[in-house]
Every structure is written in structure tokens, then in C-alpha cells.
């Protein structure tokens, strides 16, 4: 026998038992997706290892440790399998022009690849949802996207989600505030980690962001970026704070927070959890006016989040939040092979209706093709988890009915309903399935 072989290390199987929870939360996300009037992207999994280097920043931890880049073997062009989406979403509008008549607002789903240690809610794939408004300049689309995320948590039922504001201003200000930070954290080198003391020179904003206990009153200490921003900065800041505030999304300044990414300008902000250990960012995102220019665009204003849709599940099972709909409506159970094409023709009327059902079939067997006894089927029924069993036994055919038996209302009601009337409850049958 060969040997078997098995996925790598932080690439996941996502089995049947598992993928009705995934199906749930990417509903649950393109109707809040559509209510706002984002609209959907798909852009290759596979791009250019420069868009990642010129976009995300040379010295970030994702270009220099964490991406899977290699040589195309055929023609030698540098390729990287995607690490996050907002570049090549950028790539994408820029290359196919599609700011010529104005801004769009786009929303993507997909498997991004980071080579990291594996961890809870944390692997080497793993699946982004996230939302971009490109070409608008206003604070009011800053807010909206952090409303929208404010409604997803809503429409998820999620709880104890804390939301952190800060503005990262523009480049000249962060320029001063980079000269400033850098004198300071000089003065201290010899309380800086090797980490700190790598990105003292190449990215010193995110040396604010350490999470080594011993660096935090050093961290505290530093000059903040907020000090330094300019009137039209500030009165960003203010208008996308309004807006919440008018709402009633309650936030905390973190003048600390500066994302992972050196496209960012402006607002910045993060969904946190305290329910998931030390990775308890579920959703970040920002303002990157500078990004498409920077990709090879005119220059456009652009705002978006990203939420990592592994640790978005997590939570929701650490909450025991329902977080899927039952994948099948009802199970039709089927005592006598010979009733087939009757019962198949049936079924089909509801399946047209837009009822999930699945037909007991039985298990290969040499022995014969009986369908199995109607305990073994009701088993499979209940084990299903159909809503609602359909009993096309042998009485109830020969006076054209079905009996409907409930699965899940813990009484396990039944009534018989002629094959003609059966399309009417359709509805009823659908009742709790979403």
C-alpha cells in the first residue's frame, strides 16, 4: 500500500460537518454586503511577488518572513501566493480601469497563505472576508465601513466586541512624528528587543505596537502620532468619530494602533476580542489614499477591512452562538423501492420550490436492493439533520399522501397531506431553515 499522503502543516480539509458553518457566515456577509451596495471581486489567488513588496512594504513581517514566493519555473516572473487581498483588489481596479466613472465599492471572499507558526484561529491558509470603497475621500465612507462591520457582528449575534480607533495622519506629519519616535526610542535602545531594535530605522511605528510585556511603559511613554496630526487630519478624525458617536458605536482612542501594513494613512481602526487568547484582532482595516498611485494608478482615495473568517467562527462557537442554518429541510423516507419514480417526482416539485430535501438511498450492498428497514432510515433522518421527515410508506401512497413528520420540536408532530396539496408546504417546511 503507498504511503499516505497529508495536507501540509496549517492547510486545513474543510469537511461536509464543518463547511454548512462557512456557507452560514458567507450568506450572513453578502446580505449585509448588498445591503450597503458593495459588490463582489474575485481576483487570483497567485500575483506578482513586486505588487506585495511595492504595496505592503519591503520591511513589513509579511514580506520579509511570512509570504510563499517562488520562481515560475517556465518563463523565471517572481510569484507569490496571496498573503492578504487589498493589493490585488487595487491591482485589479487599476488595471481594468474601474474608477473611469467614479468610485466602487467591492467586498471579496478567499483563501490568503502566510507561512506562520499555526495556531488557534490562526493558520498558514486562512480565509479573509473584506470590504473596499475606493476612490471616495470623504470621513463619512470611513464610517460607513466601520458601521458595516458594527452590523455584521449584529446580523451574526456576536457580543463583547471592542472596536479601537486611531489616525495614522498624513505623510508629512508622520514624517515628523517618525523623526521624534526614533530620537526617543535612540535614548532607550537598551530597553528595545531585537524586534525593535530590527525596525528602529526601517519602521519605527510599529515598534509601538510590541506586545513584549517589558516594552510597554516604553511603548506608553513614546510620542504619539495623534500629537503631530494637522487641522485637515484632525477634522477627519472628528467627522468619522461623529458619525459614530451620532449611531451609538461606542470605540476607544488606541493612539498605539498602526496595523501591519505601510499603506495605511488616516483612520485606522480594529474589531478586538479578549475571547480568543492573544489573537484577539478579528477585523482591521483603514484609510490607504496613496496605495493605488503607489500600484501604478492615478492617484484615488481608498478605505476597507479585512476579518479573518476562522477566527470570526472560533468566537462564535466560544460564545455558543448559533452559527449555521440546518443544511437540509427535510428527508424523505421511502420503505419500498417499487414507489420510487412516484416519490422522486414528488420531491422534485418541492426541490423546484427551493426545499432542501435528501431521498434515503441505502448503502451499497451485494446482498440485494431493498431500501432498509424504516428504524434504519428514520436513523439517517434524525442523524440528517432534516427539519422534517417524509414518509412515502406504502398506505400513504395508495391514498395519495405523505405523511410530515417534525424532527427537531422535540414532540415529533405528524399530519398526513395529499401528494396534490404537498407543494403548499413547501413554505412551511423552509419555515426554520434560515
Known sequence: MAEKISAVKGMNDLLPEQTGRWEWLEAKFRSVMQTYAYQNIRTPIVEPTALFVRGLG??????????????DKMNG?????????????????????????????LYYMGPMFRHE??????????????????GFSGPE???ELILMAHAFWKSLGLQHVRLELNSLGQPDERLRHRSDLI????????????????????NPLRVLDTKNPAMQELAQCAPQLLNYLGDASQAHFNAVK?????????????????????????????FITEQLGSQGTICGGGRYDYLIEQIGGKPAPAVGWALGAERVLELLKEQNAPHHAPAIDAYAIVPDAASLPQVIQTIEQL?????????????????????????SQFKKADASGALHALIFGEQELSNQQVTIKSLRDGEGEQRLVHLNELPLWGPALQSQSS
Open 58 to 71: 519591503e520591511v513589513t513581517d509579511i514580506v520579509e518572513k511570512e509570504m510563499y514566493s517562488f520562481e
Open 77 to 105: 516572473e517572481h510569484l507569490t501566493l496571496r498573503p492578504e487581498s487589498t493589493a490585488g483588489v487595487v491591482r485589479a481596479v487599476v488595471e481594468h480601469n474601474l474608477l473611469y466613472e467614479g468610485g466602487r465599492r
Open 117 to 134: 507558526r499555526p495556531q488557534r484561529g490562526r493558520y498558514r491558509q486562512f480565509h479573509q472576508l473584506g470590504a473596499e470603497a475606493l
Open 141 to 143: 465612507v470611513d464610517a
Open 183 to 202: 530620537a526617543y526610542l535612540e535614548k532607550n535602545l537598551h530597553l528595545l528587543d531585537d524586534n525593535a531594535k530590527r525596525r528602529l530605522h526601517t
Open 242 to 270: 461623529n458619525i459614530l458617536d451620532a449611531q451609538g458605536v461606542a470605540y476607544s482612542i488606541n493612539p498605539r494602533l498602526v496595523r501591519g501594513m505601510d499603506y495605511y494613512n488616516l483612520t485606522v481602526f480594529e
Open 351 to 375: 426541490r423546484q420550490m427551493g426545499v432542501r430535501i435528501q431521498m434515503h438511498s441505502p448503502a451499497h450492498s451485494a446482498t440485494g436492493s431493498g431500501m432498509g428497514s424504516l428504524k
